[in-house]
């Protein structure tokens, strides 16, 4: 199994950013200073990249070796431009379908969702640059390999995602417990993007502002919400459902 790759230092890092290597995230002692410190902190800034602040004991279990203040993990994939993979799949799928996941935050369930979505045919997968899980061994082994697989995209911000789904012609339809629909009273017929949210908060506000139709699935239990790797299997395979059996 391929795992991800960590480099470290400053001036490492710094040279990793400006030759736009594929970095998942990146961590940066507190409080740490200096001159070549803070071009790093611009640069990650100028990027948009993932970051964030941690005490050095977090470095040292990351690296054994002089970090220097600064570890950053490498992604084991490449990422596709957005624009490029849905021009490109519009024009060889009638109905295509993709998969956007606002703010998830655990490895394992990005992992099970990556490996259903290959197993259902969704086209691409779309996270935020930012606040996403990162894509590392433990996601990879929970795809079960099948992040090699599948065509996955950064962005700066969801919404942006969203719209230009919209001006393409994909219907994006949020998982949203708010819904006054069931997802077997959604069509999923045409080509959409489905929105599945964090595993606390959901789909955010600002995301089902702008979004198309929102769905739920039914619950009859006392549990309130079922685990969102699980939830996206059960919209993705109402997808497979009407566009393949719903006539027999």
């Known amino acids: 199994m391929q795992r991800e790759t960590k480099i470290y230092g400053l001036r490492a890092i710094l040279e990793a950013i400006e030759a736009d290597k594929s970095i998942d995230k990146i961590f940066l002692q507190k409080n740490l200073k200096g001159e070549l410190f ?10 948009g990249l993932n970051f964030s602040y941690v005490p050095t004991q977090k470095l040292n279990r990351l690296t054994s070796h002089n970090h220097q203040g600064a ?11 957005l624009d490029k993979l849905v021009t490109n799949v519009i024009q060889n799928k009638k109905n295509p379908l993709f998969l956007v996941l606002d703010q998830l935050s655990d490895v394992r369930n990005f992992g099970a969702i990556i490996r259903t979505a290959e197993c259902t045919g969704v086209d691409g997968i779309i996270i935020p640059k930012k606040g996403s899980a990162p894509i590392n ?14 065509p996955i995209c950064k962005v700066d911000h969801i919404k942006d995602a969203l719209f230009y789904f919209q001006a393409s012609n994909i219907k994006t339809i949020a998982a949203s417990e708010k819904a006054e629909n069931t997802i077997y009273k959604t069509d999923f017929t045409k080509g959409c993007a489905i929105i599945v949210g964090s595993e606390g908060k959901g789909v955010s506000p600002s995301v089902l502002k702008i979004i198309d139709y ?4 039914p619950m009859f239990g006392t549990i309130a919400s079922l685990n969102v790797s699980v ?13 393949q059996f719903s006539d027999l």
């Open 71 to 81: 570890v950053a993990q490498m992604a084991p994939i490449t990422f596709h431009d």
């Open 137 to 150: 061994g433990d996601t990879i082994k929970t795809s079960a390999g099948a992040v090699f697989n599948i």
């Open 231 to 243: 939830a996206c299997g059960a919209f993705l395979y109402e997808v497979i459902r009407q566009r």
């Open 214 to 217: 929102k769905a739920k699935l």
């Open 38 to 47: 803070k071009k790093l902190e611009k640069n990650i800034r100028a990027k």
